[in-house]
């Protein structure tokens, strides 16, 4: 798959593999945004109400799981810097943020920024099958609905992580944040966040519909096998 823009060697998820050559002329990165809102909103509002007869059902079962709210907000930095509220149905037990410091020495992540623990005991046990299955970011349609986010780019993250970033690393936040992306088919939480960032910054200089459409089509079997979820 090629275009006049760019030209991908491989999307078989090493890093990489992208090469962007030159970046687009304004008016075209214009027109490619404008549509991909349009797509936005159309497939998230569809989402919305193909789910809403299933999302009262997945609200109570996280409520009857553990005490707390059924959904979780929380600050994320969006395009440009841009600090927005993103929800997910919660995963988590209520006192996780507190809990969060004495579990810092256990972190899997390299790289020390992002906090990941495949055994996090922070997680409920609603909340490990919705986390590894995605169903806790259903949610996030209303934020893509309503422009916060995008169906595709790189995820969002929370100001204390964009705080460490270096200048390189800030390049994430050139495009809009989204479900899902390059490092989410390529592994998830399994790559290490120096090579989530790379593949952040190759997606932000792209600006192609079609790698767009590709990323989608392949996220279905990345959530179906649960591939460096957790």
Avoid at 14 to 39: E, F, N, Q
Avoid at 66 to 81: A, C, D, K, N, W
């Amino acid at each position: 798959m090629t275009d006049g823009y760019w030209r991908k060697t491989a999307l078989e998820g090493s890093p990489g593999s992208i090469v962007a050559p030159r970046p687009l002329p304004a008016p075209v990165r214009l027109s490619y945004k404008t549509v991909k809102r349009a797509m936005d909103c159309v497939l998230a509002g569809l989402g919305l109400l193909a789910l809403s007869p299933l999302l009262p059902t997945l609200a109570l079962i996280v409520r009857l799981d553990s005490q707390g709210p059924i959904l979780f907000s929380q600050t994320r930095v969006g395009e440009g810097g841009r600090e927005f509220r993103c929800w997910k149905f919660r995963s988590m037990f209520v006192d996780a943020e507190d809990r969060k410091e004495r579990l810092e020495s256990q972190n899997e992540m390299d790289g020390g920024i992002l906090f990941k623990m495949k055994q996090d005991p922070r997680v409920t046990r609603v909340g490990r099958f919705i986390r590894k299955a995605s169903i806790d970011e259903l949610p996030q349609l209303w934020n893509v609905f309503i422009g916060n986010m995008s169906l595709v780019g790189p995820r969002p993250a929370i100001p204390s992580e964009v705080a460490q970033y270096s200048l390189y690393e800030r390049g994430r936040l050139t495009a809009k944040p989204g479900i899902t992306c390059f490092w989410q088919i390529s592994g998830r939480s399994d790559l290490p966040f120096d090579q989530q960032v790379k593949l952040d910054i190759e997606y932000a200089q792209l600006s192609s519909l079609s790698v767009d459409l590709e990323i989608l089509l392949r996220t279905l079997p990345a959530v179906l096998f649960a591939r460096g979820a957790y």
